[in-house]
């Protein structure tokens, strides 16, 4: 297996669940997002109605339920059936399931586990998304790969000498250090000099602070300082959340944050990281996953780089807790 079920998934941007539902895939599961009309609450149940399995979303909005749109069994916000149009009694098997659900830092997350949720202060923070001193953009790209090759892509930045020439391209040659803290994996990637790519003139020196907790989330600060009299430093933000849609399909979500007065404009901003991401990133991962033709990384003998450090740390925590549910599931189920 290679997902950890126990645990807390972002489905989406929060503004992408209003008048309209959310239906997004995560794990293989249809999941239909919506709020409450009163509340303003959200909500999420499989998008899959239990009769005849067409997908709920396709049905008619009454209230807070969902009426299926094939025979019309309708459905409560606790995956609860209320009506059924053909007889008084409702079917006991009748009902959908529903996924506990956590709003924060302009993020929507799903327990995708079975049993009691983690506690919700497990869930990394994103704080400067809601920070009023700074104007952040929000992006969603669905990439072919493996979570996890999205995952060893974002903790060996490297790539960026040949993937990313606009961020710096072949300058950007990283003295890279890797730590663990409070169960987080960290790779610092200090580039004592490379232009800068901020103003376009001058030279700056960047550290790339890449963090991972499991299962797939990532927070980068990209702290630079100009190398001229003014030393004048800043730091740029940026979350990159994974969230598996199937073995070989990802929810890839990222954003980025200015400060007001940066020159760049958020249009300019999203621009350079669609490009980034949508134009370069995730061609290569989708050609990547395509060369391994289903093996699992390991099973391939890859050559092993120092740069490689933080992804292997990853993969080797998460495959331990993969196991370790793997084991008290087996344990429950003897
Ligand atoms: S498929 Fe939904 S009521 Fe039949
Ligand atoms: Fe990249």
Redesign the pocket.
């Known amino acids: 297996m290679t997902y950890l079920r126990n645990a807390w998934y972002m489905i989406g941007w929060a503004d992408e669940v209003g008048e309209a539902p959310l239906v997004r895939t995560v794990l293989e599961m249809p999941i239909l997002v919506y709020r409450k009309q009163q509340t303003k609450e959200a909500v999420a149940l499989i998008d899959r109605c239990p009769h005849r399995f067409a997908p709920l979303s396709l049905g008619r909005r009454i209230g807070d339920d969902y009426q299926c749109g094939y025979h019309g069994l309708r459905f409560n916000s606790d995956g609860l059936c209320v009506y059924n149009h053909f007889a008084k009694a409702i079917p006991s098997a009748a009902k959908v399931r529903t996924f506990p659900v956590f709003e924060q830092d302009h993020m929507i997350w799903v327990w995708t586990g079975t049993g009691a949720p983690a506690s919700t202060a497990t869930i990394p923070r994103f704080e400067f998304h809601t920070d009023p001193a700074k104007r952040n953009v929000f992006g969603t790209t669905l990439t072919r790969a493996d979570y996890r090759l999205i995952s060893d892509?974002?903790m060996d930045?490297t790539?960026?000498a040949f993937?990313?020439p606009e961020?710096g391209g072949e300058s950007y040659v990283p003295k890279c250090k890797t730590w663990e803290e409070d169960g987080a994996i960290v790779v610092d990637h200090l580039i004592p000099s490379m232009p800068d790519i901020y103003s376009g003139s001058g030279t700056i020196t960047e550290t790339d602070r890449m963090r991972w907790n499991a299962p797939a989330t990532h927070y980068l600060e990209s702290h630079v300082t100009m190398l001229d009299e003014s030393r004048l430093s800043f730091m740029i933000p940026s979350a990159h959340v994974l969230t598996p849609e199937s073995l070989t399909t990802t929810h890839y979500f990222w954003s980025s944050a200015l400060d007001h007065d940066s020159p760049m404009s958020n249009d300019e901003l999203i621009a350079a990281l669609r490009r980034?991401?949508d134009g370069?990133?995730k061609p290569?991962l989708e050609a990547v996953q395509e060369r391994m033709q289903g093996h699992e990384l390991w099973d391939l003998n890859p050559v092993m780089m120092p740069t490689d450090t933080g992804g292997v740390l990853v993969r080797r925590r998460l495959q331990k807790l993969i196991d370790a549910e793997s084991q008290a599931a087996a344990v429950k189920t003897a």
Do not use: G, R, S, Y
Request: charged share 10%.
């Open positions: 892509n974002l930045l790539h960026t993937l990313h961020f980034a991401f370069q990133d290569m």
